[in-house]
């Protein structure tokens, strides 16, 4: 039977029934529903809607349905719909009559959007806990690696030298911005819909803001309509992953790259890599992979959702209902990367010579070079043209500055005195660079140091 099977004359068809329903996929809200209802209707019972003793009837045969749920001997009926139909079924063949007030001064349209927030704000607490390790995580490799030289890339063709620590602490900051914005977003969450009702609230004497402390959201929504026809948590919660997944896309390509023979700067782990079936040489960055092409799905449920919501008509429409499995697919490919990206760093090995290496061969010291002749009276735009005379010697000469004579030197302008070899030093390049942000020890130091007091008060 049908929880608003009154006004039909004969049943659905079964087709209707399959396509209809969400249970397949909202089943896993049953928590929130059931906190949600112990709520509403503790809420019903002070305020004399229903009788005290009745609330109570119901919130004990809540929490009994709750605890076969979890223990696994609960089966959900695709005729029942979606999580909030099955329960209140449930809980009707558990205790009777009296679960039939339970639905009083509500609609799903208000309990629906109740769980999502709830599920969203939990989920929001765990994906920011994942990603505090991967923060804490990055600023371990990086307190290792304040010595650490490797060129630094414009174009992926190698441009100054710096730090592998001042590298990997650009992820931190993307990081650290993906943090704060799942704090605001878990703050636009907490917001209460349950009392929209259906779209235009009740006549019975809701205490909304008992349900709201009950249920740890900081407010009530202020406008039924919009209670129930807002999406946007879900919406801001997947352009927060989008560009999570963005950030961890980039650093995995950058692994794999690393990783390559060409690069070599890095090793992963055995344990964070695979093999291929035919070619027995193979060590492959498949999780760095997966990751990268994960993050085309997360955008996926993004721009789907977007698409979903952008000509709904105010007020609930079940349209709504492909919220779920977009907001829930996001949520668990975030959950699968972020422990096993974070893993994958912890183990690696990192070679630093071959970056050393990669950092000398380059030109990367070519703008202190610049930078030498400029402190001895040269204009800039001078300097850089007489460097650039001298690239071109070494690259027709197969050599590079560090290991050009003096007289080479002097022969393009005679400025140059034995000091530019000190100067265009690759440890002099970094540590010269003092510069708040910059790569120089000194500088990542005080940038480890703030990263550090960010998580700890995070
Ligand atoms: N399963 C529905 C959803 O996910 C619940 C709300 C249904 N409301 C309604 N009026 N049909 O959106």
Same mark, same amino acid.
Request: charged share 45%; proline share 4%; aromatic share 0%.
């Given at each position: 039977m049908k929880l608003w099977g009154g006004r039909f004359a004969k049943d659905t068809d079964a087709l209707t029934d399959h396509f209809n329903s969400s249970i397949s996929f909202d089943a896993r809200l049953y928590k929130q529903d059931i906190l949600g209802s112990i709520a509403h209707v503790m809420m019903l019972g002070k305020q004399n809607i229903i009788k005290e003793e009745e609330a109570v009837t119901i919130k004990e045969g809540l929490l009994s349905l709750l605890q076969d749920i979890e223990e696994g001997y609960v089966e959900f009926n695709v $005729? =029942?719909? #979606?999580i909030h139909m099955n329960i209140e079924t449930l809980l009707i063949h558990r205790i !009777? #009559? *009296? =679960? $039939? $007030?339970?639905?009083? !001064? &509500?609609?799903r349209n208000d309990q629906v959007a109740l769980d999502m927030r709830l599920y969203v704000m939990e989920e929001i607490l765990a994906i920011k806990d994942m990603l505090h390790h991967l923060m804490s995580v990055i600023t371990d490799i990086a307190n290792e690696h304040t010595e650490t030289i490797m060129p630094g890339y414009t174009h992926l063709q190698r441009a100054q030298p710096i730090t592998f620590a001042h590298h990997l602490m650009a992820y931190f900051e993307m990081f650290k911005r993906d943090y704060k914005k799942l704090e605001f977003t878990y703050e636009m969450t907490s917001s209460l819909p349950l009392g929209s009702g259906a779209l235009a609230t009740t006549t019975y004497p809701l205490d909304r803001q008992a349900v709201a402390d009950a249920l740890g959201f900081k407010e009530v929504c202020a406008n039924s309509i919009d209670g129930v026809s807002d999406r946007d948590f879900c919406i801001d919660l997947l352009s927060n992953l989008s560009t999570m997944m963005m950030h961890l896309s980039r650093f995995s390509e950058e692994i794999i790259l690393w990783s390559s023979h060409e690069f070599h700067f890095i090793e992963l782990d055995d344990a964070y890599s695979t093999g291929s079936s035919i070619m027995p040489q193979k060590k492959n960055p498949d999780i760095a992979e997966l990751v990268r092409g994960k993050c085309g799905r997360v955008y996926g449920d993004l721009i789907g959702l977007l698409s979903t919501m952008k000509s709904l008509p105010l007020a609930y429409n079940k349209d709504m209902q492909e919220d779920k499995e977009r907001t829930f697919d996001a949520i668990d490919t975030i959950k699968m990367c972020l422990p096993i990206f974070t893993a994958m760093l912890q183990t690696m090995t990192v070679c630093k010579e071959a970056m050393y290496k990669a950092a000398s061969g380059g030109f990367t010291n070519a703008t202190d070079a610049a930078d030498y002749l400029v402190k001895k009276g040269l204009a800039f735009r001078d300097a850089h043209e007489v460097i650039g005379k001298l690239v071109l010697h070494c690259v027709t000469h197969s050599t590079d500055l560090e290991n050009l004579s003096l007289e080479a030197y002097k022969a393009i302008h005679p400025i140059f005195e034995e000091d530019i070899y000190e100067a265009i030093r690759l440890t002099t390049c970094v540590n010269e &660079? &003092? *510069? $708040? !942000? !910059?790569?120089s020890k000194e500088a990542v130091l005080d940038h480890l140091k703030a990263a550090h007091a960010f998580l700890e008060q995070s």
């Open positions: $005729k =029942a719909e #979606d !009777g #009559d *009296v =679960a $039939k $007030k339970m639905h009083t !001064g &509500r609609s &660079r &003092r *510069v $708040k !942000g !910059g790569p």
